[in-house]
């Protein structure tokens, strides 16, 4: 598949009344940035608010009220970014009062809902807790698929979202028959046939996503463990068979839910005993193994942390190959735990393999106590941010 050499970079943020930011802006460079500064200044709620723009939320799991700063009414963000080969910016708004409806804009347009908004502006973020990727159970393997397939392929948040509703009212009948009521065969049917249309398509972008993934992983991790280790990726369905195509390189396949479908309907006592949908996509599960052990249980903390970094320089890799343009890369804390050699080699597998025709690297903004967290003289070509009681400087 042919490499596509666009890139994407933020140009400024401006906050008012966002968690601690009362009134302040930032300017940013291509390449890499850091925020260095204190705990508890505002660094990570600078991330927060840019990757909002991404992602449509917190990436904290935090409601949209809770960002806004003590004693205000409303927090705003405001973020304008530069797509290579385009002369203007594009400049997304946000605004969430404490009570009401939120707001967005893009170049001053209101937009009408969050969907709308997701897939202009990408960005991949690492955090100390996608740790969970690893030890967490399945829902949160599922959601960082959920994350990373949603901001490059609007069938697959639109299956995700039209899936997510048949889910929640299939619950609601099963409830209704568990407490003696009379759901119709045509309720059962058009909720399964439903689900296995819209769970096969889902399982055909993960399953081609996770593909891509296990050999960006595989070559991310040797290089951080010099090769001695080797992990593994597997993606496991319910709604997987010979008919689910690999839909995340060829979407206009139809894809066979004849699977999900058999289960949904061969079932129904189960379910309703249980009370609950108890097969489907969202019980799928990424299966990460190293040295052919089960990561969860056996790999050690710093083990983990490479792996989840592997896969967070995957995710952008993918983006730029599948998507056709390099996201902004976030690590918030990112090298706090790591040794000066692995902190060289993500650098150097950030900045080094992603320039464009120019020579332009792609951004990558991190987080930092401490200014010296790019070793030696790399450190001349980065821009340095200071973090301080809300308010950033240089």
């Not at 946000?94 to 893009?106: E, N, Q």
């Not at 439903?194 to 081609?208: D, L, N, Q, S, W």
């Not at 996201?327 to 993500?346: A, G, K, N, Q, T």
Request: charged share 25%; with cysteine.
């Amino acid at each position: 598949m042919r490499f596509l050499k666009a890139i994407m970079y933020v140009r400024t943020v401006h906050y008012r009344d966002w968690r601690n930011l009362a009134e302040t802006s930032a300017a940013f460079s291509p390449g890499i940035n850091v925020l260095w500064g204190m705990n508890a200044q505002g660094k990570s709620n600078i991330l927060e608010g840019i990757y909002f723009f991404a992602r449509g939320r917190s990436f904290r799991g935090v409601r949209e009220r809770e960002l806004v700063r003590f004693g205000a009414d409303f927090a705003r963000a405001s973020l304008a970014f530069r797509r290579e080969g385009f002369e203007e910016d594009t400049v997304l708004d946000a605004v969430l009062p404490l009570a009401g409806k939120k707001r967005l804009a893009k170049n001053g347009a209101p937009l009408s809902a969050t969907a709308e908004m997701l897939g202009l502006f990408r960005a991949v973020l690492f955090t100390p807790a996608n740790l969970a990727v690893v030890t967490g159970g399945p829902a949160e393997r599922r959601l960082f698929l959920d994350i990373a397939l949603s901001q490059i392929s609007g069938d697959y948040l639109a299956c995700l979202r039209r899936y997510t509703r048949l889910l929640a009212e299939r619950n609601a009948l099963i409830r209704r028959a568990a407490d003696g009521g009379s759901p119709s065969q045509e309720e059962w049917t058009v909720y399964a046939e439903g689900m296995a249309e819209y769970g096969a398509r889902i399982a055909g972008y993960r399953r081609g996503y996770v593909s891509l993934l296990a050999s960006a992983v595989s070559r991310y991790f040797a290089g951080m463990t010099g090769g001695r280790e080797v992990p593994g990726l597997e993606y496991r369905s319910h709604a997987l068979s010979d008919g689910v195509p690999d839909l995340l390189t060829d979407p206009a396949r139809p894809a066979d839910g004849g699977a999900l479908l058999e289960k949904l309907t061969a079932n129904r006592e189960r379910e309703i005993a249980a009370g609950t949908t108890l097969w489907g996509t969202h019980k799928d599960d990424v299966i990460l193994t190293l040295n052919g052990a089960d990561a969860r249980a056996f790999a050690s903390q710093g083990q983990q942390r490479s792996l989840v970094l592997s896969m967070k320089l995957g995710e952008a890799e993918i983006a730029r190959q599948i998507g056709g343009e390099y996201p902004v890369i976030l690590l918030d804390d990112v090298f706090s735990e790591l040794d000066e050699e692995r902190r060289r080699y993500i650098l150097d597998s950030l900045s080094g393999d992603g320039r464009d025709a120019d020579g332009e690297p792609r951004q990558i903004l991190i987080t930092s106590c401490e200014p010296d967290v790019i070793p030696g003289a790399r450190a001349e070509n980065v821009a340095f941010l200071r973090v301080s009681g809300g308010g950033v400087g240089e």
